[in-house]
């Protein structure tokens, strides 16, 4: 329960935000469209925002539809490292106010956001999820509406079973109390492209516990953060809590990662990036007031295996989704298959006849499934892969392969084959629509899951397809440390906050698990109280009266 103002309210366990399917002649469709098209109108402007105040620096970046390349809808101003050292002492004097506000104030502010994002802002956050980072309908929805209304509810439910979580009173005559404090100093939180729940959920999921947190959301994807700030902002959110900060990688680490006030890190990207913020960190160590909280989710390289007892139509339809929605651009996206040797001509068959379906092009278009990947150097970069292939004796090509930035950043879904199981494309994370697949004999099937656990340094999702129960039972022993998240019978993708926490181990991150306590017990600093009401008056032990 809740105690607010006098007022007690029931905290339960949040459901999942309904998904809106969009489909033709509904409501939801012409609302989204309307708003679609009075974007592409408009010309936004963003600031850097510090202290709820808009900051406009003068060095701005474009906003392109990565679908439609010369098509600017806006601009985003960038915090230099003026911006950035101002906006760390405002938090730093906004957490002495935010972290003694009752929790459930604090609860409030994050419910009635959730509640804005579902309900009045819901087509305004999808369309320029949309048309900013080229995603379909779906794609958005899923993530850009449900996923961060439930970060945001089940971070609320979460913050509430942390609080009540307390030691037991053994003792006559003394109190125990567990006060969970938030961090003393700032959180950094740096956010990814491609998911815009991620993005909103990085700096909130610290604020909830009680922190300040600096966001600097990356450079590609600036419009949905946007939008979400304002939507915190009208939810009642205190200015200074979160200070938005677009800005360069290397600018905001200087800054930070060099304050002896830098108390933790919440990341989203690659594992590159991750590895050096974590070598910055333990350089600094002595510099700072605590050791730094690091929490991060970072590559992957997640498989599907399909083993000879699998439902074929149900393989192929989760691999298509798999590593096909959202162009691959996911770091939980399916981009290496196992396949059982008997199996492998009749799948064939039905995997090429399905990917020849796809359609792809500008995200206006709702009966595309596939859009556009995000930028030049994303395009670039999973070029290099299927040129790679295309001059390499151990793969080849059958489908796919073309690429196209002519109008905007196009690469068709491409399935590679190999008969090499440690071939480039099986190792490396590529983040873009490609799918490598590497045959094995039916008999060589523990030798394959062994193959399987060693090809990568990753270990974020993975699938298996089969009807036998053993074959399933074993894989997922065998296969116990490649995947913090790990799927039977569907796709790798898709994780649904309260559902399926996600998180991955290896050089996918730390696992800490985001929409759940585990995460939000990252953003604490416990302590324990005892407090004695009837304290001896005498330091000698029973033991010792003779």
Known sequence: ????????????????????????????????????????????????????????????????????????????HLAGKKEIEESIVCSLETSRIWSEMPYQER???????????????????????????????????????????D???????????????????????????MEYRPLEGFVLAITPFNFASIAGNLPTAPAIMGNTSLWKPASSALYPPYI????????????????????KGSTISEVCLNNPHFAGLHFTGSTEVFNNIWKVCANNIEIYKSYPRIVGETGGKDFIIIHKSANLDAAVAATIRG???????????????????SIWPELKEKLLDEVKTIKMGDVLDFSNFMNAVIDKGAFDKIKSYID???????????????????????????????????????????????????????????????????????????????????????????????????????????????QQPFGGLRASGTNDKSGTYINLLKWTSPRALKINFVPPINYRYPFMIE
């Open 228 to 247: 979400i700030m304002k939507i915190l902002k009208e939810a009642g959110l205190p200015d200074g809590v979160i200070n938005f900060l677009p800005s």
């Open 323 to 341: 590593a096909f929605e959202y162009q691959g651009q996911k770091c939980s996206a399916a981009s290496r298959l196992y396949i059982s040797e």
């Open 107 to 149: 609860a409030l502010i994050f419910m009635k956001a959730a509640d804005l994002l579902t309900l009045k802002y819901r087509y305004l956050m999808n369309a320029v999820t949309m048309l900013s980072i080229s995603k379909n309908p779906y794609q958005s929805e899923i993530e850009a509406v449900c996923e961060l209304a």
């Open 151 to 177: 970060f945001w509810r089940f971070n609320v439910f979460g913050m509430h079973s942390i609080y009540k979580e307390q030691p037991p009173h053994n003792s006559e005559g003394t109190y125990n109390f």
């Open 388 to 498: 790679y292939t295309k001059n390499s004796n151990d793969a080849e090509i059958l489908i796919g392969g073309n690429c196209d930035d002519t109008i905007g950043y196009f690469i068709e879904p491409t399935v590679i084959l190999t008969s090499n199981p440690t071939f480039k494309t099986m190792k490396e994370e590529i983040f873009g629509p490609v799918l490598t697949i590497y045959v094995y004999k039916d008999d060589a099937y523990e030798d394959m899951l062994q193959l399987c656990d060693n090809t990568s340094i990753y270990g974020l999702t993975g699938a298996i397809f089969a009807e036998d129960t053993n074959i399933i039972l074993n894989s997922l022993q065998k296969l116990k440390y490649t995947a913090g998240n790990f799927y039977v019978n569907d796709k790798p993708t898709g994780a649904v906050v309260g």
């Open 1 to 76: 329960m809740f105690k607010f103002n006098n007022m007690i309210f029931p905290i339960k366990i949040p459901e999942n935000e309904p998904i809106h399917t969009y489909e033709k002649g509904s409501i939801d469709r012409t609302k989204l469209k309307e708003c679609l098209n009075a974007i592409l109108k408009d010309f936004v402007e963003i600031p850097v925002i510090i202290n709820g105040k808009e900051i406009y620096t003068g060095n701005t970046v474009d906003i392109r539809l990565p679908h439609n390349k010369n098509k600017i809808i806006g601009k985003c």
